[in-house]
């Protein structure tokens, strides 16, 4: 079964506004981490945020992780064309010596030039 | 390292036919995931290794999916016999275990006709 629920399921904006994208999720966690996808490709990562982080940055994205809500979000400033692509949430569970990643169902950006 | 590699990219089979799809993971990586993506039910976690033993097959969809890892750069996920309903882009990834981000292979398009 999914962890994760993001909203929305799909985004449009022009190129220069910001995108914002959130993932919800059912249990304990013990990171969070965001993935795009291309068309036809696997899957990047973007940036990991720990469950005991609140905000993390990395060039023009912002992670925010509100542990008692099970919500995450994703800012892109100043998003850019290239930056059309789906974005997935997954979440860690550690359990033994190893993690189990669970992703959610995506949100798909489209940035109009 | 050429990333994580997967073979072969497209497969087109008949309903009944058995089919094997194969992950080279990252040298030195020693957690591999197999997933399987559709429209319907997006990212599903299939199962997972650990140092080459498998730890969750949980997502595994029926007694026709097998999954194995004889040694740390190779595992096989097989599908016998196959059917239509099958279809979908399966993906391989690696990473260092606990905490340690996603390497995505460029997955497996399987068509089952």
């Known amino acids: 079964s999914q962890q994760g629920e993001e909203d929305p399921q799909a985004l449009s904006i022009q190129e220069g506004e910001n995108a914002t994208m959130n993932c919800s999720y059912k249990?304990?966690?013990?990171?969070l981490q965001w993935y795009r996808q291309n068309s036809g490709r696997g899957l990047v990562h973007l940036i990991l945020?720990?469950?005991?982080?609140r905000e993390k940055h990395s060039g023009r994205l912002r992670v925010t992780l509100d542990t008692s809500k099970k919500s995450s979000s994703l800012l892109i400033t100043a998003s850019r064309a290239a930056d059309t692509a789906s974005y997935f949430c997954?979440?860690?569970?550690?359990?033994?010596?190893?993690?189990?990643?669970?992703f959610g169902q995506g949100t798909t950006l489209q940035v109009k030039p | 390292d050429a990333g994580v590699i997967q073979s072969p990219r497209h497969e087109v089979t008949e309903m009944g036919q058995e089919v094997t799809l194969r992950c080279k993971p990252i040298?030195?990586?020693?957690?591999l995931f197999w997933y399987r993506q559709t429209m319907m039910r997006g990212l599903e976690l299939l199962i997972y290794?650990?140092?080459?033993?498998?730890?969750?097959d949980s997502g595994m969809p029926e007694d026709r999916f097998s999954a194995k890892m004889p040694n740390a750069s190779f595992s096989t996920l097989k599908i016998q016999p196959s059917e239509p309903r099958d279809s979908a882009v399966y993906f391989c990834?690696?990473?260092?275990?606990?905490?340690?981000?996603?390497?995505f292979g460029q997955g497996t398009r399987l068509t089952v006709v």
């Open positions: 249990t304990s966690i013990n990171n």
């Open positions: 040298s030195g990586h020693n957690s």
């Open positions: 997954a979440t860690e569970f550690w359990g033994g010596n190893t993690g189990k990643l669970i």
């Open positions: 945020i720990r469950s005991n982080e």
């Open positions: 990834a690696s990473s260092l275990g606990q905490g340690g981000k996603a390497f």
């Open positions: 290794f650990n140092n080459n033993v498998p730890i969750d």
